[in-house]
């Protein structure tokens, strides 16, 4: 039982909506710190869990959120590298800790991988309980925020684009899917490249907000006919495509538009399938396909480094700030892109 209360957003089993109510904090373990959330993103999906119910959690009631920042109240008595007073950004993923996987700082590749506010509960509540490992150092030159959005908005688009991608100075980059994870992986591709980042996705106002994250060509797939002819067009041959979006017809289209050698990265999750009619252009150009799943343990902390050296910042994407109150408003705004949002924030 918990020794005290705290105020969080509460799915229940049929739900499709969030409850506010007053819960037990659970006690603290000799392994776990004690956050005070200071922010929350609100992830499509989260979209998916409570207004869709098309993702589901392991067991009810739950409270969801796993994009999350705030300030350590209290550290378990194992605890060596956090204390109180501590800026924190919590990751998203949750891990057995024990398997290979994880010691090598491999989480995302863990047979147990979990996520808060699916497979335990996560950050839609004024604390959450966490062991230390899940933790990273927030510098107090990041707002809490955009610290928040690292843990899985940022940080998947990053493992994306930085390693299975394998992206180079020089490269031409094309980004399928602009949305919460898709607009990412255009910043993080802009700093990491000076070569041509285009941006496609068949809303304007998701192209819209990849010109602000410096995409140099977008490309409306609502206008075009054929999305690999048309981007062979724009890029004169792309390096690295990385897909947001989970509609395979446009990797298959635009396998002609691939220089040789070639990469490219699946992060969208669809239902087609996947079929290259042309497998020999494969292998000529000896073009790699790969996928990409979250992120290991060093995505966070070059995040940190790329935002502290300039060359990335997350305040466009940061749309509102809002109570726990106004949590179904804002889910019901993001699933229909109403003001074009990309990060409604909460504020426990």
């Known amino acids: 039982m918990g020794i005290m209360g705290m105020k969080a957003a509460v799915l229940e089993s049929g739900k499709k909506i969030l409850e506010i109510r007053d819960v037990s904090v659970p006690q603290l373990r000799a392994e776990q710190v004690k956050v005070r959330i200071k922010a929350c993103g609100i992830c499509g999906s989260d979209v998916h869990l409570v207004v869709h119910g098309t993702l589901k959690c392991k067991h009810f009631p739950r409270v969801p959120g796993h994009e999350s920042s705030g300030i350590i109240e209290e550290v378990g008595e194992n605890v060596r590298r956090f204390r109180k007073g501590d800026r924190v950004v919590i990751a998203a993923g949750t891990s057995c800790g024990v398997c290979s996987y994880c010691k090598e700082g491999k989480e995302n590749l863990c047979k147990d991988l979990g996520v808060f506010g699916f497979d335990r509960d996560g950050s839609f509540a004024e604390f959450n309980i966490v062991e230390e490992r899940y933790l990273y150092s927030l510098p107090d030159e990041i707002p809490f925020d955009q610290g928040a959005i690292l843990a899985d908005a940022v940080s998947t688009p990053y ?12 490269d031409t ?50 206008e075009v006919r054929n999305s690999g002819k048309v981007l062979k067009e724009v890029s004169k041959g792309v390096d690295l495509l990385a897909d947001f979006s989970g509609y395979m017809s446009n990797v298959e289209d635009s396998i002609r538009a691939m220089n040789p050698g070639g990469r490219i990265v699946l992060v969208g999750i669809g239902r087609q399938p996947l079929k290259f009619q042309i497998p020999f252009i494969l292998i000529e150009k000896m073009i790699s396909v790969s996928g990409s799943y979250g992120s290991d343990r060093r995505a966070i902390p070059e995040l940190i480094e790329l935002y502290l050296k300039g060359k990335i910042n997350l305040s466009h994407s940061i749309t509102s700030h809002h109570p726990l109150e106004e949590l179904n408003e804002c889910l019901e705004a993001l699933d229909q892109r109403k003001g074009n949002p990309i990060r409604f924030i909460v504020e426990p």
């Open 159 to 170: 493992h994306a684009i930085r390693y299975r991608g394998n992206i180079q100075e020089s």
């Open 173 to 222: 980059v094309a980004i399928f899917g602009c949305g919460g994870l898709g607009i990412h992986a255009v910043a993080i591709a802009r700093a990491m490249t000076k070569g041509k980042v285009i941006a496609l996705d068949v809303d304007s106002g998701a192209l819209e907000n990849a010109t602000k994250y410096g995409a140099d060509e977008v490309v409306n797939l609502k």
